[in-house]
């Protein structure tokens, strides 16, 4: 019997924008980089075991509209699993349209809106069916049969069918097939090697911050045995560069210490999110005996008062303690930032600049503060009435207060200035470069990042 095609698609917009939509979350790349879309990798080793499986990342392949149209319906998949967001499935259920005038096919979504609003978006007639949480073994019977016994909504002679939410902490999936995907093509600011892959131990966060969508995502954890195949699978690969994805790393310490003694065997260099109330001196040796050369940590605001309004529980004298102790490892550290949050003055935000520029970490980025999909600021008339830029944390633009929008760009280039301009850190990023790509992509950071104002 022939297997059936299936198509993971990532569509492009019109105007090239590289618009990053993964992990429940989407907005538009600060600065070129274009990182693997870890949904449609986490769906595909399920999918390749069982159908002939493409991929066509159309934004990180760089191809128009119309070449996208004419592969799809030269491929003439049975099925095809779209990547959307909130500020893409306008477009993006379009060219569904366009192209169901020309070849015949069944649609599943997936995405941070198709996530937490799946009753508004299954009513739309391009939508055939949307998985509620990946990865979604579920997925492949639900090809084979057209129905589902769980975790995800679909329509079924006429009628929309609703499956149960699958209930369970632990999870397996089949390793990600990660050689379908165009790998050199994908770049991260702080890739050591020409290629770097995305690998997931666990999903969600346990933490409650309430303009973030990653606390509406149900906590799940993979087996430190079932990561191990992933990673002899990318050692076999020749693939040495990895970004931990997980939301926060670290979250269950005694998995996660059978997971760093599990590291130490292989050769990777890697890096992730996490906490500085997880980090303790023991976990960073652990973490830079295994590989790890780069942690990323959230200080959104130093104004105790601000952080009460969002439910973030944090001490910013310790995020700074934590820095200190990870340059002592040799572990660099980024830092993010969020301006604009809700009651926070352009004062307060400043002092927040210079408390981050006074720390060691190397790299500082800057988000605006959008309502997000999932987070309680996200409100259901924002899929159709809110413009796509209001809802981009890369801009959150306002289109009736050009003042607000001036003065947080003014606060943004400000604070970038007074980080980076300093000679050690500029000595820090410098010698951390490894590879010629590392090079290009940072460099291309750096000019988009300190590009005039109003400038994509």
Request: hydrophobic letters at 35%.
């Amino acid at each position: 019997m022939q297997r059936k095609k299936v198509l993971l698609f990532n569509p492009g917009t019109p105007n090239g924008d590289k618009v990053i939509k993964d992990q429940y979350c989407s907005f538009t790349s600060k600065a070129g980089y274009y990182w693997i879309p870890i949904d449609l990798l986490i769906l595909s080793g399920d999918l390749a075991s069982e159908f002939d499986v493409l991929v066509i990342d159309s934004i990180i392949e760089q191809i128009s509209t119309a070449e996208t149209r004419q592969r799809i319906i030269d491929y003439s998949p049975d099925h095809i699993v779209v990547l959307s967001s909130v500020l893409t499935h306008e477009l993006d259920r379009s060219l569904i349209g366009e192209l169901r005038t020309k070849i015949s096919f069944k649609t599943t979504f997936v995405g941070d809106v198709f996530y937490f609003s799946p009753k508004e978006m299954i009513e739309f007639q391009e939508v055939d069916s949307i998985i509620y949480e990946y990865p979604c073994p579920e997925l492949v019977s639900f090809i084979k049969s057209g129905s589902a016994t769980c975790n995800i909504a679909y329509k079924e002679n006429g009628q929309i069918v609703f499956s149960p939410v699958r209930k369970s902490v632990d999870i397996v999936y089949k390793t990600p097939a990660h050689h379908l995907f165009k790998l050199d093509s994908y770049s991260v600011p702080f890739m050591k090697d020409t290629i770097c892959t995305s690998v997931l131990t666990n999903f969600g966060c346990k933490y409650t911050c309430n303009y973030c969508p990653a606390d509406s995502v149900s906590f799940r954890e993979r087996s430190v045995a079932d990561i191990k195949h992933e990673l002899d699978y990318l050692r076999e690969k020749n693939i040495r560069n990895l970004w931990i994805r997980d939301f926060t790393f670290g979250l269950n310490k005694s998995r996660t210490t059978e997971f760093l003694a599990l590291m130490k065997t292989y050769q990777f260099d890697w890096f992730c999110l996490s906490r500085s109330e997880i980090i303790e001196e023991s976990l960073l040796q652990a973490m830079a005996e295994s590989g790890c050369y780069l942690i990323m940590l959230g200080l959104d605001t130093a104004n105790n008062e601000v952080m009460k309004t969002i439910s973030r529980k944090q001490n910013p004298s310790d995020v700074k303690e934590k820095i200190s102790l990870s340059h002592k490892h040799g572990i660099q550290t980024m830092l993010h930032m969020i301006l604009g949050l809700p009651g926070e003055s352009y004062l307060s935000m400043l002092r927040t600049a210079h408390f981050i520029s006074n720390t060691k970490a190397s790299f500082l980025s800057i988000n605006f503060f959008s309502p997000r999909a999932g987070s309680s600021y996200f409100k259901q008339e924002s899929i159709y009435k809110n413009s796509t830029r209001k809802l981009d944390s890369n801009y959150a633009e306002d289109r009736e207060s050009f003042s607000r929008n001036l003065l947080l760009n003014l606060t943004k280039y400000y604070s970038l200035v007074i980080f980076y301009f300093r000679p050690f850190r500029i000595i820090s990023i410098l010698s951390s470069i490894k590879s010629k790509k590392q090079f290009i992509t940072i460099i291309k950071t750096g000019l988009k990042m300190f590009s005039p104002l109003g400038s994509k």
